[in-house]
């Protein structure tokens, strides 16, 4: 079974890849994370950004120059 996704919604796909990639890339997490990110946004399109959104890596909340 072969699913395409074409149109507006594919173009949409692609920019929230792109974005979360390029989070991705923002962020503090170790080589082999963002590697690993990575590779599941690429192969898993909707479902991994959709995994991403929910359990990436995320800045760290508060005061940046606290210690």
Do not use: H, Y
């Not at 149109?7 to 692609?14: A, E, H, L, N």
């Not at 792109?18 to 909707?46: E, H, M, R, Y």
């Amino acid at each position: 079974m072969r699913i395409e996704i074409t149109g507006i919604f594919g173009f949409i796909i692609v920019i929230a890849d792109v974005w979360a990639i390029v989070n991705v890339c923002q962020s503090d997490v170790t080589t082999g994370k963002k590697v690993a990110w990575i590779v599941g946004i690429l192969i898993f399109p909707v479902i991994g950004f959709l995994v991403w959104w929910l359990a990436g890596p995320r800045e760290k909340s508060g005061d940046a120059r606290t210690p």
